[in-house]
């Protein structure tokens, strides 16, 4: 069977949080350590990005070493949570300049019907009592 179009493309630049994350529960608030893996098939992660907010601010994460072209890089914040509700997310970029885009960015290049490659900045709602879920921010 030859390949598909959707089986060859280039995976863009993506990072996804995994601790916190869904179906996960922080026990209490105070200090936790927001960590992930990023990843590009252009070549290296050069940043990632985090919110607590839902993408209204961001602080760069620690990168962990080594980095290498095409593979997968660990990435952790430091983060005091003060019990209140919040969106965790986490943005990528690569040695090419290319930014991991939100929802909204990706569906106004690829449209509504893509759902190939989805490289969308994936959103954790954590709520007041420590449970995590997914969620979509447009």
Request: aromatic content about 8%; charged content about 20%; glycine content about 8%.
């Amino acid at each position: 069977m030859a390949p598909t179009a959707s089986s060859t493309s280039i995976q863009e630049c993506k990072s996804v949080i995994t601790t916190p994350s869904g179906g996960q529960t922080l026990l209490d608030r105070g200090f936790h350590n927001i960590s992930g893996l990023a990843w590009s098939g252009r070549g290296k992660i050069k940043r990632v990005d985090v919110s607590t907010d839902g993408g209204r601010n961001w602080r760069t994460a620690r990168l962990e070493t080594p980095v290498l072209s095409k593979a997968l890089t660990r990435f952790n914040i430091d983060w005091v949570w003060d019990g209140s509700p919040a969106i965790l997310q986490s943005r990528a970029m690569d040695d090419t300049g290319y930014v991991q885009p939100n929802y909204a960015q990706l569906r106004e290049v690829r449209g509504t019907r893509s759902i190939y490659h989805n490289n969308a900045i994936q959103s954790w709602k954590l709520a007041e009592s420590g449970d995590v879920s997914n969620v979509q921010v447009y």
